[in-house]
Every structure is written in C-alpha cells, then in structure tokens.
C-alpha cells in the first residue's frame, strides 16, 4: 500500500504560479504511476495529468498541457505539480493518487488518494 500527503495549496493571481507536491510513503514508491486531478465547485473530480515511474514520461488532459509540468524525485518518493500561467478554471482542489498502472485517467483506475488540497486562482 502507499499513502499519500498532497500540499503546496493556496491562493494566487491569475497568471502565477504554484506548485504542488506529493509525498508518498508506504510500498514501492518508484514502481508507482503518480496522476493528480481536481475538483472544481459543482463540478465532478476530473483528471489533470500523471507521470510514470521513468520520471520524465507524461501525459495530460488538453486544458493544461503547455502550462503544468510533473517531475518526480524517487530518492525522496516524491512527485511535484508545476503549475504556471493559473487563471480561474484551474481553481479545485487538487488530488494526487497513485496507480500501478499506466496511461489511465479514470478515478476507478487510482487505487491510492491523497486528501486533497485547495488552490483558489483570482481573477
């Protein structure tokens, strides 16, 4: 089993950045694939983007690809969330989950779950 603890949350103006990070502890962290979604107000838990266990493979839903970036330290069995250019859509709160599978972006596919943390984005 591997748990997981999401940080880096906040509040930030549209157009700066924030980077997330999620430490995991537990099993084999390495063999794991690490993908984050989000939760916006009234709307369902979408998936955002993951990263393989060969740090450096990644994929991503359309609205964020050229903005967020993943990048994973297996030393320290953490992966970090780069998010730059934010505007008010990306507002949710954001979960890292673990799966031993990969290219997945259903919830059900995500065996793992971090607790959650909230970015706000003003406008």
Do not use: H
């Not at 967020?68 to 780069?82: A, K």
């Amino acid at each position: 089993q591997v748990q997981l603890v999401d940080s880096g949350g906040g509040l930030v103006q549209a157009g700066e950045s924030l980077r997330l990070s999620c430490a995991a502890s537990g099993d084999t962290f390495s063999t794991y694939t690490i993908g984050w979604f989000r939760q916006a107000p009234g709307k369902e838990r979408e998936f955002v983007g993951a990263i393989g266990w060969c740090a450096g493979t990644t994929y991503w839903t359309d609205s964020v690809k050229g903005r967020f970036t993943l990048s994973r330290d297996n030393s320290v069995n953490t992966v970090y969330l780069q998010m730059n250019n934010l505007n008010s859509a990306d507002t949710a709160v954001y979960y890292c989950a673990a799966t031993t599978f990969w290219g997945r972006s259903a919830e059900s596919d995500y065996a793992y779950w971090g607790q959650g943390t909230q970015i706000t984005v003003s406008s």
